[in-house]
């Protein structure tokens, strides 16, 4: 079973990215389920909201503390919702920020976290496309881009379908973009530690 655990802000559309998430993985082949997890909610308020993925009937309905994977919408969440927290050994965290892993880390007091942390500048790829502070698509993809649990074509035909027209088409943009982007990031990352070794 896979794991995820999404953190972000009222109308950054933190539901919306674990239900699309749970549509591509079921385009993938796996039994997939989305959970919101919201109190009242408001503009800007944290958010979080969860995601399973597995190859067997999904039965638990829980909240998700022990997540594979971690995606950040909004990075001034890092030091007040602990998004490290629970986060499964060698897990991956993906951060929409401009800033470096080592910064993420830094920030989220989590240097010593064994896991992988990817960074990707989702809302400002969402702003270019789609002029909207909407950033689930370019961080699913970028979640596609670091893994084989979903495939970037999943994560585009999610949100065509679910906003038909020019809407659908801005967040396919975004989603490659970002997908392009961490694909890019990874290969430095594996460029550095050939030449370390």
């Known amino acids: 079973m896979r794991q995820v655990r999404v953190h972000g802000r009222g109308g950054q559309g933190v539901v919306t990215a674990a239900e699309m998430l749970a549509r591509a993985g079921f385009l993938a082949g796996h039994e997939a389920q989305a959970i919101p997890s919201f109190g009242s909610e408001r503009t800007g308020a944290p958010v979080v909201s969860y995601c399973r993925f597995a190859d067997v009937p999904l039965r638990t309905r829980e909240p998700v503390l022990a997540p594979d994977v971690v995606l950040v919408q909004d990075p001034t969440l890092l030091a007040s919702d602990r998004p490290f927290a629970g986060l499964a050994p060698g897990g ?3 951060v929409n920020t401009t ?3 080592g910064a993420v880390r830094a920030e989220a007091g989590a240097q010593e976290a064994d896991a992988t942390v990817l ?5 400002q790829i969402t702003l270019t496309h789609l ?4 950033p689930a698509a370019a961080m699913l993809a970028a979640y ?6 979903i495939t970037l074509d999943a994560v585009q035909q999610v949100f065509r379908e679910r906003f038909p027209g020019a ?3 801005a967040n396919a943009a975004a989603a490659a973009e970002a997908f392009a982007y ?3 990031e990874l290969a430095e990352v594996a460029a550095a530690a050939g030449s370390e070794a």
Request: aromatic share 0%; net charge negative.
């Open 131 to 134: 002029g909207r502070p909407k």
């Open 182 to 184: 961490v694909r890019d």
């Open 167 to 169: 809407v659908g088409e």
């Open 99 to 101: 800033a470096d892993a």
């Open 119 to 123: 960074t990707v500048p989702a809302m």
């Open 144 to 149: 596609a881009a670091a893994s084989d649990d």
């Open 92 to 94: 991956l965290v993906i």
